[in-house]
């Protein structure tokens, strides 16, 4: 956990040191550049209202908190449902989910938007002049520098149609084989004892169908990914992760 950094950085009222000019290359001062403090803070935020998968995600983006420079403050959305499943469910996060992130804009250097449906993304990127990634295209970029082809291991039949319009809206489509559901809900993913057993078979179907490797297709998902990638000889992608990372290049870009 990273709380005593985090406060540090967005309790600060300290002024622009003079070396930093008005504006970045990518059309913002990073917050870390206004303040001349470090660590960068990187805000993911879970949508939906499960303590449980944030916590999941917190666990597993503690390696990139190596060393200090980086403050990484997950959150989870209390308005949220207990998993986002619909698109429904998707569209019912859009606002609250942009009243946080338009709350954090000035002391925060770049948003990850901690479901693969990708809720309120590009009315997200509206609400603040910093980065704000999806994991889903996060996740598949990441994937497709491993591998030719990709594969998702999906949540429930029901997120297909959803997750395959992101997919298609974020140019990736036909590097893809495919999406298979291990058909549980979202928030019984990261405890359920059958979980690891249904991710296995979804892998192996992907792979059979030629996917060299795998995307997990939540963020509840992250504690089978090992499991998986053992078990089926694939590397296996977690998105939450990929996300924090291409986020802490993107503002180390300036």
């Known amino acids: ?7 540090a950085i967005t309790d600060d009222s300290s002024r622009r040191p003079n070396h930093v ?3 970045q290359p990518f059309g913002y001062t990073p917050f870390f550049l206004k303040t001349g403090r470090i660590p960068v803070r990187i805000l993911p935020i879970n949508p939906n209202s499960s303590r449980v998968v944030t916590d999941l995600m917190d666990r597993n983006v503690e390696r990139l908190r190596a060393g200090g420079a980086h403050c990484i403050d997950c959150r989870t ?3 949220g449902p207990p998993g986002i499943e619909t698109q429904f469910d998707i569209d019912s996060v859009v606002a609250p989910l942009c009243r946080v992130i338009a709350a ?12 693969f449906a990708g809720p309120g993304l590009y009315s ?10 999806g994991i889903c295209e996060a ?14 291991i999906s949540t429930a039949t029901q997120s297909r149609n959803a997750e395959l319009r992101l997919i298609r809206s974020c140019g990736y489509l036909h590097r893809g084989v495919g999406l298979e559901p291990i058909d549980m809900p979202v928030a019984s993913i990261p405890t359920a004892a059958d979980a690891d057993d249904r991710a296995m078979d979804a892998g192996a179907r992907l792979k059979r169908q030629g996917a060299d490797v795998l995307d997990l297709g939540c ?20 998105p939450s992760v990929a996300a924090v990372a291409m986020a802490m290049g993107i503002v180390a870009l300036g």
Do not use: W, Y
Request: hydrophobic share 45%; aromatic share 2%.
């Open 1 to 7: 956990m990273c709380t005593g950094l985090c406060r």
């Open 21 to 23: 000019h008005a504006m």
């Open 77 to 79: 959305l209390a308005e």
């Open 104 to 115: 954090e804009s000035d002391k925060t250097d770049a948003f990850v938007i901690g479901c």
């Open 124 to 133: 997200a990127r509206e609400m603040t002049d910093k980065p704000v990634l």
């Open 139 to 152: 996740g598949i970029a990441t994937a497709l520098n491993m591998g030719e082809r990709f594969g998702v």
């Open 219 to 238: 963020a509840g998902m992250a504690r089978h990914r090992t499991a998986v990638q053992a078990r089926l000889g694939l590397p296996v992608i977690d």
